[in-house]
């Protein structure tokens, strides 16, 4: 059938402003921002020469020693955050997790039940695991949209945006580091000798009540956000399938295949874990910090795999999403080794003491951590790069350094909104290009900038 040339053009999708903005700051990026491992050797390249002209303990010594220190000091760190997002990413595709999903998804009954139900999960999912969050997005999106019509894009951004609360959460990289005892990242302790208790961070008002204020404001955001049907773009399950899953064995096994496909071992780690969490329970023995994430994470994907093999397949899956991060850390690593050595983040932290006060010293981290993780989107690598020079200069000025800190975590949860990095594992989990998704969380972002600061003006 000929088309009807003559027929009117359609009208043109809402919050198509928003998205055109969004449209041309990723072009933007694209055009002026490189890999993030090629940024990462170009910010050490220019932290060395900023410690080479400013740093009062500058020398080619120094500036090399203290890089190489820090490029192996870290690495303990950026294997822990590894297995953050490894086991999160391992767990939410257990089979109990996923038939989950399936009944929360079941729930909703129009598109925007949907996205309200897409995004509180994917919240509280990412308060506790960050790389669960992550996972729990794509899957529940896909979800979304077997089960109605609606457009992909609109709806992989509300689970998306659910992850805004990340690093305000018990698996923040910047709050565990500062509650870990002796950890290459615990700026904090390095300088006071103390730690920061969840109590202090992620628990404390000036944390909470903006994550709470997010919870609710957002659904009304994403129903206004909302494409009309006749703009919608679905998602074409054909083009992308569900990836393969690994069944069972037919026939006699083998007594290799028996210990790999039998209950017994992931019962066993099932057991030995929950041993371990009663002895600390009644010993009172140390659990916390990042390792106490992975541990938990670990030991329940284990066993809700039910056997062995399982786990160990959707490991393998989520490590092809680790790749950049292991190859950013030391180098991240090495930048805050420079700056240690050379005292370069007392210079900086100078800047901060001129323009601040004990008050406002938290908004203006955050304020510089908004743009910080545009550059650094990790938040260990980002951290190691703030960390030395806005603690100091909290002490200086007698501001709350538990809320100086977690102003370096919002900052860079509320940016995550519009930096492709962490949406790119998504939209590849979900089967989308990046560019649509963040025409809509761009106004996440602008929510979640807005609520952040505001909260640490009057609650910090």
Not at 199 to 210: D, E, K, S
Request: charged share 10%; net charge neutral.
């Amino acid at each position: 059938m000929t088309p009807d040339h003559s027929a009117p053009a359609p009208a043109p999708a809402p919050a198509s402003t928003g998205r055109g903005f969004t449209a041309a700051t990723i072009r933007l990026f694209e055009r002026t921002i490189p890999d993030p491992f090629v940024l990462a050797i170009l910010i050490t390249m220019v932290v060395a020469l900023a410690a080479a002209l400013f740093a009062p303990h500058a020398s080619v010594r120094t500036v090399v020693g203290g890089w190489y220190k820090g490029f192996f000091d870290i690495l303990t760190f950026a294997f822990q955050i590894t297995l953050v997002l490894v086991t999160g990413h391992a767990f939410a595709h257990a089979p109990p997790v996923q038939r989950l999903f399936r009944s929360v998804v079941g729930i909703a009954r129009t598109p925007v039940q949907a996205a309200a139900l897409t995004f509180g999960s994917v919240a509280v999912a990412s308060f506790f695991n960050w790389g669960l969050g992550l996972v729990v997005s794509a899957l529940l999106a896909r979800e979304v949209a077997r089960r109605m019509r609606v457009d992909f894009a609109w709806i992989v951004a509300a689970g998306f945006s659910g992850w805004v609360v990340w690093a305000s959460g018990i698996s923040s990289s910047i709050a565990l580091a500062q509650s870990t005892h002796g950890s290459a990242m615990n700026v904090v302790e390095k300088l006071t000798g103390q730690t920061l208790p969840f109590g202090a961070t992620v628990f404390a008002p000036f944390n909470l009540v903006p994550t709470v204020v997010m919870l609710i404001a957002m659904p009304f955001v994403l129903a206004l956000l909302k494409p009309d049907d006749a703009h919608a773009v679905v998602l074409d399950l054909e083009k992308n399938p569900d990836p393969a899953t690994r069944g069972k064995p037919v026939g006699r096994w083998s007594p290799a295949q028996w210990l790999e496909y039998s209950w017994v071992g992931s019962a066993f780690i099932g057991l030995a874990g929950v041993a371990f969490l009663t002895l600390a329970w009644v010993q009172h023995l140390p659990f916390s910090g990042v390792n106490a994430v992975i541990f938990v994470m670990f030991v329940a994907g284990v066993v809700l795999h039910g056997y062995p093999l399982a786990y160990a397949d959707a490991v393998k899956n989520a490590a092809k999403q680790s790749g950049s991060m292991m190859l950013q850390y030391p180098l991240y690593g090495g930048v805050m080794g420079m700056m240690e050595a050379t005292g370069l983040p007392d210079v900086i932290s100078h800047f901060f003491i001129a323009i601040s006060n004990a008050h406002t010293l938290p908004f203006w981290s955050y304020v510089c951590s908004l743009v910080v993780t545009f550059l650094i989107p990790s938040g260990g690598g980002h951290w190691a790069v703030q960390g030395p020079f806005v603690v100091p200069a909290a002490l200086a000025l007698h501001a709350s350094v538990p809320a100086t800190t977690m102003g370096v975590a919002m900052g860079e949860q509320v940016s995550n909104m519009m930096q492709p990095f962490w949406a790119a594992p998504v939209v590849a989990m979900a089967g989308i290009g990046v560019q649509r998704v963040l025409g809509f969380t761009v106004m996440t972002f602008a929510v979640g900038a807005v609520v952040y600061g505001t909260a640490l003006l009057l609650l910090a």
